[in-house]
């Protein structure tokens, strides 16, 4: 007899606690509500005993199941909260899983590493109608699938899971691409149109629109849309707004309908005709109880669950989708990023449109007269553009500008930079100048120079900065202008259309594309794009300009800096140039060369954490110290004193093979140095180059071959750099004797992963071999690392501590309350400044157990402190 208990007495928590004590094999154990009223009743009703608090019904009962009837928002907080309990053996939560995917996936890794089913309960699976449909389906008896529609009547939030989850069902094994949403919250347009019950308005436990409509892509062409709240269209079988839940399914061979307590119909060239099968309320509130007979049976049998979820994450990221592409005004392009929560955008925008009045999706504009206090004297604009790197295109690149324009040409003004390179191209475009367009030369290799000089040279109030390599478009210019004057940004970049000479120049295009795709979306913050990038002059000098010592990662610095700073950078889809790309890879290198040294200079001169954040982490730049000879002699040395380590804990090949790695990986550093990893990178880019060659006459192939040589240009890019600042510099460690990983500098740690919150605290996952590099008093310490007990998995841990050359006994390495303690003694340690902890362990591979996470996880380190023994 499996054991179940209940959080949440309320209308849903009820239905689950009477469906569980209808199931054969479950027991209801006990229910848990933080309010007292609610409680009572659930417990006269229900005759099991209650509790107000979640800890103390888990430790007096420990049940096998625990069902999370709550709202969506705090869930993650509640799922980690029971995660570590022993005993619990699956836990069900209701839709939404989560308000954020990050928080869905750190359910989700926490359920799976303690061996944890966890399931959301999306019901509709459990349904006659809709079982009916997905046999039918599954049979071919519609054949080719082309089209799905659905429509409720709950909000987004409320029942446009279950619906969109339902269709992703019908869909079969075919990903969602992309997601178009548009709504209204006006109450007066919505009172005077909606069939359904008007007291339905707010719903605070799912808040969402009051009506939206979403269009889904599928792949291999399949489409769906979804109806969700007021406005939705009733069928001809009605009990009730809230049973109007229904889908409709249109293949090449006939056309389907259910609806839930309602009806399954069919018509079918594979049958004689039509067929209706007629449904249930009493069917219907069945679904719950056929769930849980279903959870009853993964647990005891193994078999998997329908609602497990790893596949209800991916509905969860259509719900997001949905909000995301609402609050943004454009396509949500799926995967959707994980630091954003479109959810609380969208509501965030609701309450600001209910607050102005505004009718749906208006916004109140700082219109481009407002922004610009109107001088007839001096531009709206100024169209800045550098002569190096113009491909031929100089003059008509020019000539769009000053001849090409239907925007008025007094109106604007054009600044031409050159760094004297070609005084006969420099004349040439010089005479097309008109009266107000000025012509600067300085001679400098630095573009992004000539680019900050032309913009504090400028006149206009708008700036718009684009390349000698680019033709504008006629309505370039008049579109940026209507989209300021109607938009309240910053600063916002334009569309480019290709112009490509031959199949590398494609591939370019295609790489760009694949890009830009996430950078236009509304949010994102990569809009500083030389090709075609508009900002008002006094955001542009107020934020400090392009910092061209960095090269062409000044574009990025700038919009990292922009977006940190709080302005707000859009996309102007109505401007566009014409740009020409690159046609070789000779020709595209340098530029990737100059972008990726620029972002290595940028990551030593700012916080690891804002570039985490921004830029990502870097692998071969957090790497970079595991380049100096000296510490990849430490790590090679420790890697292969723990090498055969795993076969003795009888752990065995896991931990031989991540040691052997690392041996592997650091024996060529320590014998030739960094020079050996440059070697390497540029061996690997010609064979990716000759590759890219080989593939021409195949798109798909060549695409997959210059994408990946583009990688390993970035790639020998870095470690170019990273060699040759090695070899000019060397760390200046300060004594320290507290070393919290979320401030400690990067030169210091070795081995370790960006950071990470945890109940609003930083830390960093070590890796199977790690290493701190600390200076100390020769001294007696006792030594603590915090780890919080994070380490969760199913899987042992092998943990060695070296300090220094000094492998410290197993029995004198203590673990308590998330502690890991040690001692370590004057005889320890070695001359001058520096010393060196390191841990090498089993490491935790998050993808064995279902997480999306390629990592190699070690410790949980929050903090390492060094407390002297007297």
């Avoid at 039918?136 to 009547?153: N, P, Q, T, W």
């Avoid at 798109?699 to 071959?705: E, I, V, Y």
């Avoid at 935790?844 to 929050?862: A, K, Q, Y």
């Amino acid at each position: 007899m499996l054991s179940a208990a209940v959080i949440g007495c309320g209308p849903r928590g009820i239905e689950h606690a009477c469906a569980l004590k209808s199931v054969i094999g479950l027991e209801l154990v006990a229910v848990v509500d933080q309010s007292a009223p609610a409680l009572r009743t659930a417990i006269d009703s229900l005759g099991v005993p209650g509790y107000l608090d979640v800890k103390e019904l888990v430790e007096r009962h420990r049940p096998d199941i625990v069902i999370c009837a709550t709202p969506a928002r705090g869930r993650a907080d509640l799922v980690m909260q029971l995660a570590p309990f022993p005993g619990i053996r699956a836990i069900v939560v209701e839709k939404p899983m989560a308000v954020t995917l990050a928080e869905a996936e750190l359910m989700l890794g926490a359920c799976t590493a303690r061996g944890i089913l966890l399931t959301v309960c999306h019901q509709l699976r459990f349904c006659d109608e809709f079982i009916a449909m997905k046999a039918a389906i599954d049979a071919g008896e519609l054949g080719r699938i082309e089209f799905l529609r659905g429509s409720c009547y709950g909000n987004l939030l409320n029942q446009g899971p279950h619906l969109l989850d339902a269709i992703r069902w019908f869909a079969g094994t075919r990903e969602i691409l992309w997601i178009m949403s548009q709504w209204s919250d006006d109450p007066d347009l919505l009172a005077r149109y909606t069939q359904g019950d008007q007291g339905y308005r707010n719903d605070d436990s799912h808040p969402a629109p009051m009506w939206m409509t979403h269009y889904l892509a599928f792949e291999g062409g399949l489409r769906a849309t979804l109806e969700t709240g007021l406005l939705y269209q009733r069928s001809g079988t009605f009990r009730g707004d809230w049973l109007q839940k229904r889908v409709s399914v249109t293949g090449s061979n006939g056309q389907a309908e259910c609806q839930a307590a309602g009806y399954f119909r069919i018509i079918s060239s594979e049958r004689p005709g039509p067929e209706v099968r007629d449904g249930s309320i009493e069917r219907y509130r069945a679904a719950t109880r056929a769930f849980h007979e279903e959870l009853r049976d993964a647990l005891e049998a193994g078999i998997p669950h329908r609602n497990d979820a790893k596949d209800a994450l991916k509905t969860l990221e259509a719900v997001i989708g949905c909000a995301q592409s609402a609050v943004d005004d454009a396509m949500a392009v799926l995967p959707l990023a994980r630091d954003r929560d479109p959810v609380s955008e969208l509501e965030t925008f609701r309450q600001a449109v209910r607050r102005d009045t505004l009718a749906f999706g208006s916004r109140r504009t700082i219109r481009i007269s407002e922004r610009i206090d109107r001088d007839v004297t001096e531009p709206d604009i100024s169209v800045i553009v550098t002569l190096p790197d113009d491909r031929g295109l100089a003059q008509e690149c020019v000539k769009s500008w000053v001849h090409g324009q239907t925007y008025p040409r007094e109106r604007f003004q054009l600044i031409v930079v050159t760094d004297g390179s070609d005084p006969n191209r420099d004349d040439r475009v010089k005479a097309l100048l008109g009266p107000g367009d000025e012509f600067i030369c300085h001679h400098t290799s630095n573009e992004l120079h000539l680019y900050d000089l032309g913009a504090r040279r400028a006149k206009g109030k708008l700036l718009f900065i684009t390349e000698p390599h680019c033709i504008a478009e006629r309505e370039c210019l008049e579109e940026l202008s209507a989209f300021f004057s109607t938009h309240d940004y910053d600063g916002a970049c334009c569309r480019s259309i290709g112009i490509c000479s031959n199949v590398m120049a494609r591939m370019e295009e295609q790489l760009f594309e694949t890009g830009f795709r996430l950078f236009s979306q509304r949010g994102d913050w990569r809009k500083v794009i030389l090709r075609g990038f508009a900002v008002y002059r006094d955001t542009y000098l107020e934020e400090g300009g392009f910092e061209y010592a960095y090269g062409r990662f000044a574009e990025w610095a700038f919009a990292a800096k922009l977006h940190s700073r709080g302005r707000r950078l859009g996309y102007a889809a109505g401007a566009a140039v014409r740009h020409e790309y690159t046609t070789s890879f000779r020709e595209l290198f340098p530029f990737v060369r100059e972008f990726t040294r620029g972002e290595c200079a940028y990551r030593l001169s700012a916080l690891p954490a804002y570039c985490e954040h921004y830029f990502g982490c870097a692998p071969e730049w957090s790497a970079r110290e595991l380049l100096r000879p000296s510490v990849a002699r430490s790590a090679c040395r420790a890697a292969w004193r723990s090498l055969w380590s795993g076969f003795r804990d009888g752990v065995g090949r896991a931990m031989f093979e991540v040691q052997a790695k690392t041996f592997l990986q650091t024996l060529p550093i320590a014998l030739l140095g960094p020079r050996w990893r440059v070697f390497e990178a540029a061996w690997a880019l010609q064979i990716a180059r000759a590759r890219s060659r080989m593939w021409r006459l195949n798109d798909r192939r060549l695409f997959r071959a210059y994408s990946d040589a583009y990688e390993r240009m970035v790639r020998y890019s870095r470690l170019e750099y990273i060699a040759e600042y090695l070899a000019s510099s060397g760390p200046v460690l300060s004594e320290s004797y507290d070393y919290r990983v979320a401030e400690v500098s990067e030169e210091r740690l070795v081995g370790f992963h960006a950071l990470e919150q945890w109940e609003k605290e930083s830390f960093r996952w070590s890796g199977p071999v790690s290493m701190v590099r600390i200076s100390l008093a020769v001294a007696s310490y006792e030594v603590q690392i915090d780890t919080r007990s994070l380490r969760r998995a199913p899987v042992p841990l092998c943990l060695s501590i070296f300090f220094n050359r000094v492998k410290l006994p197993s029995s004198s390495v203590q673990f308590k309350d998330g502690f890991v303690s040690f001692s370590i003694q004057p005889s320890m340690f070695v001359d001058g400044r520096e010393q060196r902890l390191i841990l090498t362990c089993n490491p935790v591979r998050p993808w064995m157990f279902g997480v999306p996470d390629r990592r190699e996880l070690g410790l949980p380190i929050f903090s390492i402190v060094f407390q002297p023994v007297e």
